[in-house]
Nanobody, 114 residues
Framework: VQLQASGGGLVQAGGSLRLSCTAS??????VGWFRQAPGKEREFVAA???FGDVTYYGDSVKGRFTISRDNALQMNSLKPEDTAVYYC???????????????WGQGTLVTVSS
């Protein structure tokens, strides 16, 4: 089982980035994105059901980020506080709790400059 996140980079505030998550080895019920900024706890960002039947967003990204059925995370109107390492992860059930995600990618760094 492999998960690989990509697409991070440096962007100015107000800009956009699209993160991709490639999952292989098996199918999952849920794919989610989490992020962790330096000195902070890991935070839930977004998740989508395998069939696109459910989507969830963290409060801080609602209305700005969109997760799609190909597991990509479209991030618009980026803010400096969105700076973090972003991880994609997969779970066997519908959940937004990071401890329920069994498989994790290596993370991709997003830096938003002010």
């Amino acid at each position: 089982v492999q998960l690989q996140a990509s697409g991070g980079g440096l962007v100015q505030a107000g800009g956009s980035l699209r993160l991709s998550c490639t999952a292989s080895g098996r199918t999952f019920r849920m794919v989610g994105w989490f992020r962790q900024a330096p000195g902070k706890e890991r935070e839930f960002v977004a998740a989508i059901g395998r069939f696109g039947d459910v989507t969830y967003y963290g409060d801080s990204v609602k209305g700005r980020f969109t997760i799609s059925r190909d597991n990509a995370l479209q991030m618009n109107s980026l803010k400096p506080e969105d700076t973090a390492v972003y991880y994609c992860a997969a779970a066997s059930r519908i959940t937004t709790r990071d401890r329920d995600y069994n498989y994790w990618g290596q993370g991709t760094l997003v830096t938003v400059s002010s």
